[in-house]
Each structure stands twice: as structure tokens, then as C-alpha cells.
């Protein structure tokens, strides 16, 4: 993949910046269809580098069961965050779910350093 050439450090920076792109997609005034592409490069991408490490991570005997222990979180973020946005839009507006959770992916660069050291 992209991580012999890049490492994982810089792949994971480049996935949480254009995850926290992505959500600011809806913000602007452009055409849907290249709102969806652009949402779905930015998807893929941070997905992409999410399950490369989770790889990474998953070594040994239990590789398996610790790789499908990563994607339980994963998929478990994605869901929280689906459950966590509905009920918020009333509270601070479309604009401000899509903030949060631009702000939210550019906080988790804070560890991107500390996770990847440890792969």
C-alpha cells in the first residue's frame, strides 16, 4: 500500500486531515455528485489507513481475533458518531455536528504520534 513509501505516521496525518476535510464537505456550495466523490476519496482514504494499521497492530498467534477486535472499535465509532450527531443537530445546527466532527478528527492527531510509534 502507501505506507513503504510514506510511513505510517505521515499516511495517518494525511487520513485524519482529509477525514476532517470531509466533513466540512456539506458545508459548501457545491454541486452533490462532486460533494459524494470527494466524501467518498476521503472515506476510503482514512478507512484504507485505519485497517492497514489495525493490520499492523495485529501480529502473532491472535492476529485475527485482534484484527477483528479493531474493527469492532471502528465500527463502533462509526456508530456512536451516527447516534451522537442525530440529537446534537438540534442543539448546535447542521453547521456545528460537521465542525464538531472536523474538530473532533483534527484532536485525534494529538495521538497520531504516540500510536504510530508503537507500531
Do not use: H
Amino acid at each position: 500500500l502507501f505506507y513503504p513509501r510514506w510511513g505510517m505516521r505521515r499516511a495517518q496525518t494525511w487520513a485524519l486531515l482529509l477525514l476532517s476535510f470531509g466533513c466540512l464537505l456539506p458545508l459548501f456550495d457545491w454541486p452533490l455528485m462532486i460533494q459524494a466523490f470527494l466524501w467518498g476519496v476521503c472515506w476510503a482514504f482514512q478507512e484504507t489507513a485505519f485497517v492497514t494499521m489495525a493490520m499492523r497492530f495485529s501480529r502473532g498467534a491472535l492476529a485475527a481475533t485482534f484484527f477483528a477486535l479493531f474493527m469492532i472499535f471502528s465500527n463502533l465509532g462509526t456508530s456512536l458518531g451516527e447516534a451522537v450527531a442525530a440529537p446534537m443537530v438540534g442543539t448546535l445546527g447542521y453547521t456545528g455536528v460537521f465542525l464538531s466532527f472536523a474538530g473532533l478528527s483534527l484532536l485525534c492527531l494529538i495521538f497520531v504520534g504516540r500510536i504510530t510509534k508503537a507500531a
